[in-house]
Protein backbone atom coordinates (compact mmCIF):
# COMPACT_ATOMS: atom_id res chain seq x y z
CA UNK A 1 0.00 0.00 0.00
CA UNK A 2 1.57 3.24 -1.16
CA UNK A 3 1.17 6.49 0.93
CA UNK A 4 0.98 9.87 -0.24
CA UNK A 5 0.10 13.26 1.14
CA UNK A 6 -1.26 17.06 0.13
CA UNK A 7 1.54 19.16 0.52
CA UNK A 8 -0.86 22.31 1.13
CA UNK A 9 -1.97 20.10 4.04
CA UNK A 10 1.25 20.50 5.48
CA UNK A 11 0.10 23.99 5.97
CA UNK A 12 3.57 25.95 5.16
CA UNK A 13 3.71 29.15 3.44
CA UNK A 14 7.32 27.54 1.90
CA UNK A 15 6.40 25.10 -0.50
CA UNK A 16 9.74 23.91 -0.37
CA UNK A 17 9.30 23.68 3.35
CA UNK A 18 6.76 21.71 2.62
CA UNK A 19 8.14 19.29 1.15
CA UNK A 20 10.91 19.03 3.11
CA UNK A 21 8.50 18.37 6.11
CA UNK A 22 6.59 15.17 3.59
CA UNK A 23 10.39 14.09 2.83
CA UNK A 24 11.13 14.12 6.77
CA UNK A 25 7.59 12.59 7.44
CA UNK A 26 8.80 9.58 5.01
CA UNK A 27 6.57 10.11 2.14
CA UNK A 28 7.84 9.53 -1.48
CA UNK A 29 5.08 10.62 -3.30
CA UNK A 30 3.11 13.95 -3.01
CA UNK A 31 -0.34 15.44 -4.26
CA UNK A 32 -0.40 19.06 -5.24
CA UNK A 33 -3.61 21.00 -5.32
CA UNK A 34 -3.13 24.17 -2.91
CA UNK A 35 -0.31 26.81 -1.49
CA UNK A 36 2.18 26.34 -4.11
CA UNK A 37 4.19 29.42 -3.36
CA UNK A 38 1.07 31.79 -3.33
CA UNK A 39 -0.34 29.70 -6.43
CA UNK A 40 -2.99 26.53 -6.66
CA UNK A 41 -2.95 23.89 -9.41
CA UNK A 42 -5.65 26.22 -11.37
CA UNK A 43 -3.44 29.25 -11.32
CA UNK A 44 -0.32 28.29 -11.24
CA UNK A 45 2.30 29.61 -14.73
CA UNK A 46 3.78 26.46 -16.37
CA UNK A 47 7.15 28.38 -15.82
CA UNK A 48 6.85 28.58 -12.26
CA UNK A 49 5.52 24.68 -12.31
CA UNK A 50 9.26 24.04 -13.96
CA UNK A 51 10.95 25.72 -10.92
CA UNK A 52 8.72 23.84 -8.28
CA UNK A 53 9.76 20.68 -10.22
CA UNK A 54 12.94 21.32 -9.72
CA UNK A 55 12.41 21.68 -5.74
CA UNK A 56 10.73 18.21 -5.73
CA UNK A 57 13.24 16.13 -7.08
CA UNK A 58 16.30 18.06 -4.90
CA UNK A 59 13.85 16.50 -2.12
CA UNK A 60 13.64 12.99 -3.66
CA UNK A 61 9.62 13.00 -3.91
CA UNK A 62 7.19 12.35 -7.06
CA UNK A 63 4.18 14.03 -7.74
CA UNK A 64 0.79 11.03 -7.88
CA UNK A 65 -1.76 13.93 -9.09
CA UNK A 66 -2.45 17.02 -9.87
CA UNK A 67 -5.51 17.42 -8.29
CA UNK A 68 -8.16 20.50 -9.73
CA UNK A 69 -11.06 22.73 -8.15
CA UNK A 70 -11.20 24.02 -11.77
CA UNK A 71 -12.83 21.19 -13.56
CA UNK A 72 -16.67 21.53 -13.52
CA UNK A 73 -16.00 23.65 -10.03
CA UNK A 74 -18.36 22.29 -6.89
CA UNK A 75 -20.81 24.54 -5.33
CA UNK A 76 -21.81 23.20 -1.86
CA UNK A 77 -23.45 26.51 -1.00
CA UNK A 78 -26.17 28.31 -3.77
CA UNK A 79 -26.73 27.40 -7.40
CA UNK A 80 -24.57 25.53 -9.64
CA UNK A 81 -21.38 27.72 -11.42
CA UNK A 82 -23.00 26.38 -14.35
CA UNK A 83 -25.12 24.73 -16.93
CA UNK A 84 -24.37 20.93 -17.23
CA UNK A 85 -26.25 20.84 -20.39
CA UNK A 86 -24.24 23.83 -22.04
CA UNK A 87 -21.88 22.69 -25.01
CA UNK A 88 -19.53 26.02 -24.46
CA UNK A 89 -18.95 24.85 -20.98
CA UNK A 90 -17.77 21.60 -21.77
CA UNK A 91 -15.04 22.90 -24.37
CA UNK A 92 -14.18 25.12 -21.67
CA UNK A 93 -13.47 22.26 -19.47
CA UNK A 94 -11.54 21.07 -22.54
CA UNK A 95 -8.81 23.74 -22.36
CA UNK A 96 -8.70 23.70 -18.81
CA UNK A 97 -7.91 19.84 -19.03
CA UNK A 98 -5.63 21.13 -21.44
CA UNK A 99 -3.16 23.07 -19.50
CA UNK A 100 -4.25 20.51 -16.78
CA UNK A 101 -2.53 17.93 -18.48
CA UNK A 102 0.49 20.11 -19.32
CA UNK A 103 1.22 20.74 -15.62
CA UNK A 104 0.75 16.90 -15.32
CA UNK A 105 3.70 16.25 -17.82
CA UNK A 106 5.83 19.14 -16.02
CA UNK A 107 5.53 17.15 -12.53
CA UNK A 108 5.79 13.57 -13.89
CA UNK A 109 2.34 13.23 -12.52
CA UNK A 110 0.34 10.13 -14.49
CA UNK A 111 -2.88 11.38 -12.75
CA UNK A 112 -5.35 14.42 -12.75
CA UNK A 113 -7.96 14.42 -10.42
CA UNK A 114 -11.20 16.21 -11.17
CA UNK A 115 -15.15 16.55 -10.16
CA UNK A 116 -17.95 14.88 -12.76
CA UNK A 117 -21.25 17.32 -13.42
CA UNK A 118 -23.10 18.70 -11.05
CA UNK A 119 -25.92 17.40 -9.15
CA UNK A 120 -29.29 18.61 -10.16
CA UNK A 121 -31.43 20.39 -8.01
CA UNK A 122 -33.88 17.98 -6.73
CA UNK A 123 -32.17 14.84 -8.41
CA UNK A 124 -33.51 12.79 -5.60
CA UNK A 125 -36.78 12.95 -6.37
CA UNK A 126 -36.94 12.92 -9.63
CA UNK A 127 -38.18 9.66 -11.53
CA UNK A 128 -35.83 6.70 -12.22
CA UNK A 129 -36.00 7.40 -15.64
CA UNK A 130 -34.87 11.43 -15.35
CA UNK A 131 -32.44 9.96 -13.16
CA UNK A 132 -30.94 7.06 -15.61
CA UNK A 133 -30.69 9.91 -18.17
CA UNK A 134 -28.99 11.76 -16.17
CA UNK A 135 -26.63 9.43 -15.05
CA UNK A 136 -25.87 8.29 -18.63
CA UNK A 137 -25.13 12.18 -19.69
CA UNK A 138 -22.52 12.59 -17.34
CA UNK A 139 -20.80 9.66 -18.00
CA UNK A 140 -20.64 10.44 -21.90
CA UNK A 141 -19.29 13.55 -20.97
CA UNK A 142 -16.81 12.45 -18.81
CA UNK A 143 -15.97 10.01 -21.34
CA UNK A 144 -14.69 13.06 -23.96
CA UNK A 145 -12.85 14.11 -21.22
CA UNK A 146 -10.87 10.62 -20.68
CA UNK A 147 -10.29 10.67 -24.65
CA UNK A 148 -8.65 13.29 -24.26
CA UNK A 149 -6.79 11.98 -21.16
CA UNK A 150 -5.88 8.88 -23.34
CA UNK A 151 -4.53 11.54 -26.19
CA UNK A 152 -2.30 12.84 -23.30
CA UNK A 153 -1.03 9.70 -21.67
CA UNK A 154 -2.55 11.14 -18.52
CA UNK A 155 -4.87 8.81 -16.21
CA UNK A 156 -7.86 11.17 -15.53
CA UNK A 157 -9.29 9.82 -11.46
CA UNK A 158 -12.73 11.36 -10.97
CA UNK A 159 -13.84 12.69 -6.96
CA UNK A 160 -16.99 11.88 -4.99
CA UNK A 161 -18.03 14.99 -3.84
CA UNK A 162 -22.03 15.69 -2.31
CA UNK A 163 -22.76 17.79 -5.07
CA UNK A 164 -21.82 16.24 -8.19
CA UNK A 165 -23.51 13.40 -9.99
CA UNK A 166 -20.78 10.68 -8.41
CA UNK A 167 -21.60 11.58 -4.23
CA UNK A 168 -21.04 8.35 -3.19
CA UNK A 169 -19.32 4.53 -4.06
CA UNK A 170 -22.55 3.43 -5.94
CA UNK A 171 -23.25 6.31 -7.94
CA UNK A 172 -19.22 6.48 -9.00
CA UNK A 173 -19.83 2.65 -10.26
CA UNK A 174 -22.36 3.87 -12.48
CA UNK A 175 -20.11 6.49 -13.69
CA UNK A 176 -17.44 4.17 -14.55
CA UNK A 177 -19.57 1.40 -15.93
CA UNK A 178 -21.51 3.70 -18.13
CA UNK A 179 -18.33 5.82 -19.24
CA UNK A 180 -16.45 2.61 -19.75
CA UNK A 181 -12.72 3.88 -21.06
CA UNK A 182 -9.61 2.82 -19.70
CA UNK A 183 -8.16 6.17 -19.01
CA UNK A 184 -10.71 7.30 -16.52
CA UNK A 185 -10.51 5.25 -12.83
CA UNK A 186 -11.66 6.59 -9.29
CA UNK A 187 -10.49 8.99 -6.79
CA UNK A 188 -12.77 7.57 -3.63
CA UNK A 189 -12.40 9.99 -0.76
CA UNK A 190 -14.17 7.19 1.50
CA UNK A 191 -15.27 9.35 4.36
CA UNK A 192 -16.93 11.92 1.34
CA UNK A 193 -19.34 8.86 0.85
CA UNK A 194 -20.59 9.41 4.61
CA UNK A 195 -21.21 12.76 3.92
CA UNK A 196 -23.41 12.02 1.16
CA UNK A 197 -25.26 9.74 3.45
CA UNK A 198 -23.32 6.46 2.38
CA UNK A 199 -21.89 4.95 4.80
CA UNK A 200 -18.63 3.40 3.47
CA UNK A 201 -18.60 -0.32 3.89
CA UNK A 202 -16.99 -2.90 2.36
CA UNK A 203 -20.20 -3.30 0.50
CA UNK A 204 -20.58 0.19 -0.48
CA UNK A 205 -15.95 -0.59 -2.06
CA UNK A 206 -18.02 -3.31 -4.40
CA UNK A 207 -19.26 -0.62 -6.20
CA UNK A 208 -16.02 0.66 -7.14
CA UNK A 209 -13.78 -2.47 -6.83
CA UNK A 210 -11.02 -2.89 -9.26
CA UNK A 211 -11.29 0.71 -10.53
CA UNK A 212 -9.90 2.74 -7.64
CA UNK A 213 -6.93 4.05 -8.51
CA UNK A 214 -6.67 6.85 -5.72
CA UNK A 215 -8.37 7.55 -2.29
CA UNK A 216 -8.26 10.28 0.11
CA UNK A 217 -8.04 9.17 3.88
CA UNK A 218 -8.88 11.16 6.61
CA UNK A 219 -11.25 10.21 10.48
CA UNK A 220 -14.74 10.97 10.96
CA UNK A 221 -16.66 11.44 13.95
CA UNK A 222 -20.13 10.54 14.26
CA UNK A 223 -22.98 12.81 14.61
CA UNK A 224 -24.39 12.45 18.43
CA UNK A 225 -27.04 9.99 18.69
CA UNK A 226 -27.65 9.74 14.44
CA UNK A 227 -27.68 6.07 14.55
CA UNK A 228 -31.39 4.89 13.55
CA UNK A 229 -32.91 2.10 11.53
CA UNK A 230 -32.18 4.04 8.66
CA UNK A 231 -28.63 4.52 9.14
CA UNK A 232 -27.61 2.32 12.15
CA UNK A 233 -24.23 3.46 11.59
CA UNK A 234 -25.21 6.98 12.04
CA UNK A 235 -24.79 9.95 10.26
CA UNK A 236 -21.39 11.87 9.34
CA UNK A 237 -20.77 14.66 11.98
CA UNK A 238 -17.00 16.10 11.70
CA UNK A 239 -13.46 15.24 10.17
CA UNK A 240 -11.62 13.60 13.06
CA UNK A 241 -7.66 12.46 13.26
CA UNK A 242 -8.06 8.85 12.09
CA UNK A 243 -7.50 6.36 14.76
CA UNK A 244 -9.11 8.15 17.51
CA UNK A 245 -11.98 8.37 15.38
CA UNK A 246 -15.76 6.94 15.04
CA UNK A 247 -14.99 4.78 11.55
CA UNK A 248 -13.48 1.52 10.87
CA UNK A 249 -10.75 1.90 8.37
CA UNK A 250 -9.35 -1.30 8.68
CA UNK A 251 -12.19 -3.36 6.52
CA UNK A 252 -12.56 -0.87 3.37
CA UNK A 253 -8.55 -0.12 3.71
CA UNK A 254 -7.72 -4.27 3.65
CA UNK A 255 -10.32 -4.52 0.67
CA UNK A 256 -9.10 -1.66 -0.84
CA UNK A 257 -5.12 -3.61 -0.21
CA UNK A 258 -6.76 -6.84 -2.36
CA UNK A 259 -8.56 -5.50 -4.95
CA UNK A 260 -7.43 -2.43 -5.92
CA UNK A 261 -3.34 -2.65 -5.08
CA UNK A 262 -2.46 0.17 -7.56
CA UNK A 263 -4.37 2.43 -5.75
CA UNK A 264 -2.44 5.63 -3.86
CA UNK A 265 -3.45 6.29 -0.42
CA UNK A 266 -3.36 10.51 -0.10
CA UNK A 267 -3.89 11.28 3.52
CA UNK A 268 -5.98 15.02 3.21
CA UNK A 269 -7.14 15.18 6.78
CA UNK A 270 -9.07 18.29 6.60
CA UNK A 271 -7.51 19.83 9.43
CA UNK A 272 -8.89 23.54 9.43
CA UNK A 273 -12.64 21.43 10.24
CA UNK A 274 -11.04 19.69 12.93
CA UNK A 275 -12.78 19.89 16.45
CA UNK A 276 -10.44 22.51 18.40
CA UNK A 277 -9.05 19.30 20.35
CA UNK A 278 -7.89 17.64 17.98
CA UNK A 279 -5.64 20.79 16.18
CA UNK A 280 -2.50 19.75 17.53
CA UNK A 281 -0.23 21.34 14.61
CA UNK A 282 -0.68 20.56 10.91
CA UNK A 283 2.78 18.07 10.66
CA UNK A 284 1.66 16.37 13.88
CA UNK A 285 -1.59 15.36 12.55
CA UNK A 286 -0.41 14.18 9.43
CA UNK A 287 2.66 12.27 11.14
CA UNK A 288 -0.05 10.23 13.26
CA UNK A 289 -2.62 9.90 10.45
CA UNK A 290 0.80 8.63 8.44
CA UNK A 291 1.11 6.04 11.71
CA UNK A 292 -2.16 4.51 12.10
CA UNK A 293 -2.93 3.88 8.37
CA UNK A 294 0.65 2.57 8.24
CA UNK A 295 -0.32 -0.16 11.25
CA UNK A 296 -3.32 -0.93 9.03
CA UNK A 297 -1.17 -1.75 6.33
CA UNK A 298 0.95 -3.89 8.33
CA UNK A 299 -1.66 -5.97 9.99
Known amino acids: MKFSVFTDMLEFDSFSDALMAAAELGFSSIDLRAKLDGDTIDTISLEKAKELKTQIDQHGLHV ?9 SCAFFGPPKYDSHDEGHHRQMTEVLDRLFDLADIFDAPHVRVYSLHRPEGFDQWTDEQKEA ?52 INWDILNGWRAGEYPTVEAYEHVKEYVWQTHIKGAYRKADSATDEHPFGEFGNFAIPGQDDYDHKPVMSAIAKHDPQA ?36
Do not use: C, Q
Not at 64 to 72: E, K, L, P, Q
Not at 135 to 163: F, T, W
Open 134 to 185: EYRYNASIMRRHAEHAERRGKMLLVENEPPTMSSNAKELGLLIRYADHPRLK
Open 264 to 299: VMTIDPHYPSLDEKDKLGEVEVIRRSKRFFESIAAD
Open 64 to 72: SSVSSWAVN
